[in-house]
């Protein structure tokens, strides 16, 4: 047994070795970086211009690589941080990770309203509530009415996810100070709350509940992907809280030049072309070319929060969350 | 090194000693600063991040009282119904005279004990998951009732499933040491079952079953991959969840070195207390020679206990079943793709860690077998703790420690493989060591003087030594791969993200409920583990053989 545990150490340690550092690293969530993601075909896209080698290492989730960032600070490999969001942007900006980008956002959708020197979007979306309309034909037209009914609900951990905390802001947004009650009364028809978005969204395919929260865009996904429409967004009076996904670059980046390149790519006519309908979310430059489903798609009234509110009082909401939830 | 030390410590009066060589036995004792090198680095990584230190506000907040709340009260609930439920299967098992379908039923038990935690999550939600075959028909028991697996439900029924089997093969192991004598004098007296249950089990049982119920209380409070997969929110989760989801989530330092002191004096008390009460029982001898049955059965008495076994065991491997659609699954070539190469890195990493970990336990032995021959009790009790401390030292807050003092120095993209195989054997010292004692110390209680007087060298010496320890090394081999074999909570953190082991698989695959593929993975991860053990046993039983003495030693 010892000599193959050596075997494996030693094998491992020349497995491991044979990976040598990118012209660019960039760190970025699990499913972006998938079989099915944006990643991949992002990578080979931009390399095709650039005549260089890039990296995408992928952990968990958009809170995880700010974590990331904050541990390794001077030390990190990252050269982009990609897959933040906009409720993130000033503690990032805060803890001094990030550094400005130059690129020229002019091209933008003016419906985006998008103005920050550090932080380039690249897609976006309104959290909603997808429901299954062959089974419920009269969804919940308001987030109040949905809380206060007992349809059976999944939704995901404000804390490692960002729909969760898009979820969070939303009944701040609506319920103000009377955020702990509503989570309480939301509790009780709470099947279960999950890690990421992935888990609660399977769940729901699975027949989990009668509702999950993701985005305005899912139903576009089943369109387009299994010619499915029976899944659809229900659409709140109150409006709904938007996402808008962003990448930055880092602020002990080797290679500023190219991360900067990197980010103009990102939302060039033929980035903007692949998110989409790998990403599932809204392209942030307009006259992108998409399937028809995403024309039927709802489009809600957008709920506003600014980044340094968030970031002064999302603790004392998390908190209110668990406590309440409970 | 672990067999130069052996040499060393045994071999006192040996050639050896006089070309200096002595101080190599002195190379064992670094083995200590050694197995706390990496504890106190986890702690120092947390402290020194910016400087936090512990938030002992949150003591008072509610969610902490929530958390420390579920966590005592699942874990009491969970810890309590296996010893209960336990005692009357025990009992059964112990009148029947099948001695066959008893060595399965106990070998059944084991195996539910060690088959990795993800294993039986996977098993349950296909049983009882939002889709599972059982759920329509526990809805239909009772109008407008809506099961949810997810919370306070799944997660005992996890613990059950793990903990009630250990627990009948315990009680049994008790009640078997019940001498002959007793039964044969409870029969002359004419005792009434209530009162041999009284006066000859109920003493046995008891010892047994306080001893028990703490050690499977600190399990439980400890539960790491059960609360994460199955618990479902806020409502119901524990302590050791909560310190990753601080450190995880919210990267707040500050509030999960408030919980992992608290996880650490709570857990570690228990622990103290209950080992304090006697040594651990996993670690007892089995004894095997009963003749007597306790109670003269009628056939058909015996027929119906052998029927109510049976159906406890199909009880108990209903969520093994659940996974056996999948084996269709087997033949396609998807799975392959999908499972090879987690299937050879869990191997390998198994294996690895189980040599690494029973080296570096056999080494610790060693100071402590020379201090036992010098009769210094208070440093034996001193060495040992810190040997195992491992054991209450929550391993959500060691990994995470390291990977905050670890993530700036290490590329861990490149090296975290490594520190997986690392972690994974320190976390796994204790039980090889726990494993390993009884043996050695009982080798030198009986042999000791008999090598001195003989003047063996210090190669004979070794030779006779193995040979009496092969079996429990071996038996402890296989636990401790099989341990780290299924591993998730410290994979979960140092995993490099294009690689994946079998447990990690199947935490992805079930958590986004793919479930044919998470049963497929299980069921490959649980032939792995049974057979590993089955293998290992075969090969101690074998050796225990042509080993000096007959090998009494069959227990985890």
């Known amino acids: 047994m010892k000599r193959t545990s050596l075997f494996t150490l030693a094998a491992s340690a020349l497995l491991t070795s044979s990976c040598f550092a990118a012209d660019l690293t960039i760190y970025t969530y699990d499913s972006f970086n998938s079989e099915w993601g944006p990643g991949p075909q992002l990578e080979k896209s931009f390399e095709a211009q650039c005549q260089c080698d890039i990296e995408f290492i992928a952990v968990d989730d958009g809170v995880s690589i700010l974590n990331r960032a904050r541990i390794e600070k001077a ?12 409720s993130l942007t000033q503690v990032t900006r805060d803890e001094g990770l990030v550094q400005a980008h130059g690129v020229d956002l002019s091209s933008l959708t003016s419906a985006l309203a998008w103005d920050d020197e550090d932080f380039v979007p690249f897609d976006y979306g309104y959290f909603s509530f997808i429901y299954d309309s062959s089974k419920i034909a009269q969804p919940a037209d308001s987030l109040k009415a949905l809380i206060s009914s007992n349809a059976s609900v999944i939704y995901q951990d404000p804390r490692t996810s960002t729909p969760g905390q898009g979820l ?21 028809h709470t099947v279960t709350v ?30 387009v992907v299994d010619g499915e429409s029976k899944y659809k967004a229900a659409l709140f009076d109150e409006g709904h809280i938007a996402q808008v996904e962003v990448a930055a670059i880092s602020q002990y980046s080797d290679n500023p030049e190219l991360a900067k390149q990197f980010l103009s790519f990102l939302i060039s006519p033929e980035a903007q072309h692949i998110i989409p309908t790998t990403n599932w979310m809204l392209p942030v430059i307009d006259n992108v070319e998409l399937p028809a489903p995403f024309s039927s798609l709802i489009t809600p009234k957008r709920l506003n929060f600014t980044p340094a509110q968030v970031a002064e009082q999302r603790k004392a909401m998390i908190s209110t969350w668990r406590s309440s939830a409970q | 090194m672990a067999v130069i030390c052996s ?17 190599l036995s002195q190379l064992c004792w670094l083995s200590y600063p050694v197995t706390l090198l990496v504890t106190l680095l986890a702690f120092y990584g947390l402290m020194s991040f910016e400087g936090d230190s512990a938030d002992w506000q949150l003591l008072t907040d509610s969610y902490f009282l929530g958390v420390l709340g579920f966590t005592l009260k699942q874990s009491t609930i969970s810890s309590f119904a296996s010893v209960l439920f336990a005692i009357p299967i025990a009992r ?26 993800l294993v039986v999550v996977t098993g349950l939600v296909a049983l009882l998951g939002r889709s599972g075959w059982l759920t329509p028909y526990i809805e239909s028991l009772v109008e407008d009732y809506s099961w949810n697996l997810y919370g306070l439900n799944g997660i005992l029924l996890a613990h059950l499933f793990m903990n009630m089997p250990f627990a009948i093969r315990i009680i049994h192991q008790q009640l078997a040491t019940i001498p002959d004598t007793s039964w044969r004098l409870a029969k002359q007296l004419k005792l009434s079952p209530w009162q041999r249950f009284v006066i000859i089990e109920k003493p046995v049982i008891q010892s047994a079953g306080l001893m028990l119920f703490g050690f499977i209380f600190v399990l439980c409070f400890n539960s790491f991959a059960v609360v994460l997969a199955l618990g479902g929110g806020p409502q119901s989760t524990t302590l050791e969840v909560a310190v990753y989801q601080a450190l995880k989530y919210d990267f707040n330092i500050s509030e999960a070195l408030t919980l992992a002191w608290s996880q650490l004096l709570i857990a570690g008390g228990l622990y103290a207390c209950f080992s304090a009460m006697g040594t651990p029982v996993w670690q007892s001898h089995e004894v095997i020679n009963q003749t007597t049955r306790p109670y003269p059965l009628t056939s058909q008495g015996s027929r119906l206990r052998l029927l109510a076994l049976c159906g406890m065991g199909i009880l108990l491997l209903l969520p093994y079943v659940a996974l056996l659609p999948s084996i269709s699954l087997f033949f396609t070539a998807d799975i392959w793709r999908l499972v090879m190469q987690p299937l050879l890195l869990s191997i390998g990493l198994g294996m690895t860690s189980a040599s690494i970990s029973l080296v570096m336990a056999y080494t610790l032995l060693q100071p402590i077998r020379s201090q036992l021959k010098q009769k210094r009790s208070m440093r034996v009790k001193l060495l040992e703790q810190v040997a195992t401390h491992q054991l209450f030292a929550p391993a959500m807050v060691i990994s995470v420690g390291l990977f905050v003092f670890l993530l700036p120095r290490v590329d861990l993209d490149r090296w975290g493989i490594i520190v997986v195989i690392l972690l994974n054997s320190a976390v796994l010292v204790p039980f090889a060591f726990q494993k390993l004692k009884p043996r050695l ?13 003989l003047k063996l060298n210090t190669w004979e010496r070794w030779k006779i030594e193995w040979a009496f320890i092969r079996p429990s090394f071996i038996s402890a081999a296989s636990l401790v791969f099989v341990l780290a074999a299924g591993d998730v909570a410290i994979f979960a953190i140092f995993g490099p993200s294009d690689w994946s082991t079998l447990p990690w698989l199947i935490y992805s695959l079930a958590g986004t409920y793919r479930i044919p593929e998470a049963s497929a993975a299980s069921l490959l991860l649980l032939l792995v583990c049974a057979g590993a053990l089955w293998l290992l046993q075969l090969v101690a039983n074998r050796t225990a053989i042509s080993s000096v003495e007959p090998s009494t030693d069959a227990e985890p």
Request: with cysteine; charged share 15%; net charge negative.
């Open chain 1, 194 to 223: 999950t890690k990421g978005w992935w888990e609660a969204y399977s769940m729901f395919l699975e027949g989990g509940a009668d509702y999950v929260l993701s985005y305005n865009t899912s139903p576009a996904y089943h369109a």
């Open chain 2, 441 to 453: 110390i009982q080798f030198d209680q009986q042999y000791d003087r008999l090598c001195l007087s």
């Open chain 1, 168 to 188: 969070m802001l939303w009944v701040n947004a609506v319920y103000g100070d009377e955020a702990a009650s509503a989570w309480a009364e939301l509790a009780k």
């Open chain 2, 7 to 23: 040499i060393m410590t045994l071999g006192k009066t040996s050639p050896a000693k006089k070309i200096g060589l002595f101080s």
């Open chain 2, 92 to 117: 059964a098992l112990n009148q029947l005279n099948a001695q066959r379908f008893k060595n399965i039923f106990l070998g059944l038990c084991l195996l539910c004990f060690v088959t990795p935690t």
């Open chain 1, 75 to 86: 030390s990190t490999k990252a050269d982009v941080l990609l897959g933040l969001d906009d």
